[in-house]
């Protein structure tokens, strides 16, 4: 499998890539949606909890679906093994944005490759969802008493995260 690109040239909130054309028939959309990499959005057992716990994002800006899964499973398994089925997990954000890319060949033979910036609107490599500052990405609920443990899954997640999170415990 090819290596993800390096995703600090994707984290900073831009307008959605679009393509306009003043010739109709190159107004298109090419390449589709990514293959979604996020198995689950809600885990454990919906039923009423006395606590909510949130992690919200710090800052402004794009993560990617591959760092929202890996945040998933983290906690999911630590939440797991410590409460079994006595909590429920929601991933708040959902990946719609379409991350593209043009790559340029260089070397010997380069010039039949690729078109360069000719029709430079790129091929789809992934997907990360836009995230506002102060947004909730993770909602856990859960009985009062596993409050401690519910702050360490969530801080855990927020390591897999590429931007600073906040733990916020409501009752």
């Known amino acids: 499998m090819a290596r993800l690109r390096k995703f600090s040239a994707y984290q900073n909130l831009e307008r959605p890539?679009?393509?306009?054309?003043?010739?109709?028939?190159?107004?298109?959309?090419?390449?589709?949606?990514?293959?979604?990499?996020?198995v689950r959005f809600n885990m454990g057992t919906l039923k009423k909890y006395d606590t909510m716990i949130r992690l919200n994002a710090g800052r402004s800006m794009n993560i990617r679906q591959e760092a929202l899964e890996s945040a998933r499973v983290v906690s999911n398994r630590y939440l797991e093994k410590l409460l079994g089925k006595?909590?429920?997990?929601?991933?708040?954000?959902?990946?719609?944005?379409?991350?593209?890319?043009?790559?340029?060949?260089?070397?010997?033979?380069?010039?039949?490759?690729?078109?360069?910036?000719?029709?430079?609107y790129g091929k789809t490599i992934g997907a990360a969802a836009r995230i506002m500052e102060g947004q909730t990405?993770?909602?856990?609920?859960?009985?009062?008493?596993?409050?401690?443990?519910?702050?360490?899954?969530?801080?855990?997640?927020?390591?897999?995260?590429?931007?600073?999170?906040?733990?916020?415990?409501?009752?």
């Open 17 to 38: 890539y679009t393509r306009i054309s003043k010739y109709t028939k190159k107004n298109f959309v090419r390449g589709g949606f990514p293959h979604k990499k996020i």
């Open 86 to 120: 006595n909590f429920h997990l929601l991933l708040k954000v959902y990946p719609f944005h379409v991350l593209r890319e043009n790559p340029l060949a260089s070397g010997a033979g380069a010039d039949r490759m690729s078109t360069g910036m000719k029709m430079s």
């Open 137 to 171: 990405v993770f909602e856990l609920r859960l009985d009062k008493k596993d409050i401690k443990v519910g702050r360490e899954a969530l801080g855990r997640s927020a390591t897999k995260l590429p931007c600073t999170c906040k733990v916020v415990v409501s009752q």
